[in-house]
């Protein structure tokens, strides 16, 4: 040290700290405490990690998803604030996405509030309350609050997943095993599905108490469609070694195969639709190191596999029996006519549209409220009423009943940052990134295609299957990065 006072700084000696006297030598206590704290936060961020692999396996039980996705959020965030005390800085994902769930929730939320004026005149409709002289009457956006409460309170744990995923899955070999860990999970499913097609009539497998699971296929189409997309995209654009290439069509098979015998024509559709996209796609995932030659012979084996795939998908409907199959496509021609005559096919999906686009012109702008498309639908439903309709078969119509134009316009929001985001994933650095990619972007755009004439997305296993699938596409699209400004794929 100089006679002016000033401290020089010596390099080499790292346990030394800087002090206003001079050179004071460190507590060696202190470091052997920081390692300790960053080996603790290290454990904790796997626990993190392994929580969102359980809630993944654990979501496919009906009945029992809603309640297992906010308990595994509560746990989750208690294990974010740990992570981020340990490691002494707040760490939080971000990005459009993200952003347009935290409006919609916070719109869900208003809605149920009750509120000092007659807020239905905001969307052009008289208030059904009066007050009395003198006395002020509170007022909800929401025509049943309580079924809104609910549906928020789902929204919430949905939303909270969706943030697991993009901060506890952000390395490549995470992504590895979140991808297959779910397509392991779309297998089991498909499966269960295909012994339940051999089980007697009346008695699907795994129905009664002593298992307290009831499995029925129908209801895990999309669920599977979202795993088939990601396969296809890992199979075709290299995300995995050509050893497990065989392995992997044969869920393909398998899991296509149950989506068939299940007799939903949306499933079929779909299928169709995500191996045409796969042919448009694929060239924009491929890997980088390809010549022109040989991008040209891996367009042609995608189609050589995919003919071998569509064909054990047919053998084995053939196998399990093709005739439930072709009796609900004959169907088919009755939904067509009627959307010419819809009413007098009142029960049909033309009717709903109809019926809920009435409702929708009475609520336009912050819509019924979430979860209340049961209490206000029969007051535009011109059938009988014997059959209750929960769900206008539509997931963007109802999104529209239930938000309205507010919730209409963080929907384009949402598509276009998923478009952008699909985009951004086929420039990725890594092959597997791309190729993970790829396979994302089957998956959400095929089931969203799907959501057009169905309502899948209104169970929670699917939606979050939906919104996980998603946080994987943020995570190799660049676009989810700390608050730190690191990318996630190099946070360390």
Known sequence: ????????????????????????????????????????????????????????????????????????????????????????????????????LLVYLGLGIVQFLPLPFAVHALQGVPSVIQSDAGVRTWHWLSIDPPATREAVSNLAGLVGLFFAITYFVYSERRLRLTAHWVVLIGVAI??????????????????????????????????????????LGLVVAGGI????????????????????????????????????????????????HGTTESNKWSRARTIVGGLVIAAGIVAGVVWIGSEPVRSKLARTSLEVEAFQRPQELPTSRAAMWRNSLSLLAHYPVFGAGLGTFPSAYPRYDKASGAFLVAEVHNDFLQVLCDSGAAGGILGFFFLYYLWRSCGQASRAQSDFSRALGLGAALAVWGVLAHSLVDFYLQTTANAALFLVILGLLMTVSGQDERLTGAPALERG
Request: glycine share 10%.
């Open 1 to 100: 040290m100089s006679s002016e006072g000033r401290t020089e700084i010596n390099a080499a000696t790292p346990l030394e700290a800087v002090s206003g006297h001079g050179r004071v030598r460190a507590d060696p206590s202190d470091a052997t405490l920081t390692q300790g704290m960053e080996r603790l936060s290290e454990w904790v961020d796997r626990l993190g990690f392994g929580v969102v692999l359980l809630t993944l396996a654990l979501l496919p039980f009906n009945g029992y998803s809603s309640g297992i996705c906010r308990g595994s959020v509560f746990l989750a965030i208690f294990i974010w604030a740990l992570h981020c005390a340990l490691r002494r800085e707040i760490r939080l994902p971000f990005s459009g996405p993200h952003a347009v």
């Open 190 to 231: 498909a499966i269960a599905g295909i012994f339940t097609e051999f089980t007697p009539e009346q008695e699907t497998i795994w129905a009664g108490s002593r298992f307290g699971f009831y499995f029925k296929p129908s209801l895990y189409v999309a669920f599977l469609e979202m795993v088939v997309g990601l396969i």
């Open 241 to 288: 070694t050509r050893d497990r290439t065989f392995l992997y069509g044969f869920f393909i098979v398998l899991i296509g195969t149950d989506i068939i015998v299940s007799r939903s024509r949306g499933g079929i559709m779909v299928l169709m639709l995500q191996f045409a996209l796969l042919l448009v796609l694929t060239p924009s995932f491929r890997p980088r």
